[in-house]
Nanobody
Framework: VQLQASGGGLVQAGGSLRLSCAAS????????VGWFRQASGKEREFVAT????????NYDDSVKGRFTISRDNAKNTVYLQMNSLRPEDTAVYYC????????????????WGQGTLVTVSS
């Protein structure tokens, strides 16, 4: 399975973007999928995750109420809707997939996408 992240770009503070993570090769319906981000000069950090059915989600406190993760298993795609963006959200965003949530949550995922850059101007 390969993951392809897309949807990044330049947006003004307060704006919105939707990131997509598409899986190819085989279905990743049994995987937890998460989004992580890494700002320049900083360590990669967890953003959000969703379980295989989409019924359970978890977010970092910094994005709660602003970001929404969802998935469409029929399309083998996971989305991250980002609203009310702030300059501090600027980072390269990566999607990852892992069958074990404990491993995904710490960034020890089996599968990683290539990253998509989100830049939020003030």
């Amino acid at each position: 399975v390969q993951l392809q992240a897309s949807g990044g770009g330049l947006v003004q503070a307060g704006g919105s973007l939707r990131l997509s993570c598409a899986a190819s090769g085989r279905t990743f319906g049994s995987y937890f999928v998460g989004w992580f981000r890494q700002a320049s000069g900083k360590e990669r950090e967890f953003v959000a995750t969703i379980n295989w059915s989409g019924a359970w989600t978890n977010y970092d406190d910094s994005v709660k109420g602003r970001f929404t993760i969802s998935r469409d298993n029929a399309k083998n795609t996971v989305y991250l809707q980002m609203n009310s963006l702030r300059p501090e959200d600027t980072a390269v965003y990566y999607c990852a997939a892992e069958k074990r949530i404990d491993r995904l949550r710490i960034g020890a995922a089996e599968l990683w996408g290539q990253g998509t850059l989100v830049t939020v101007s003030s």
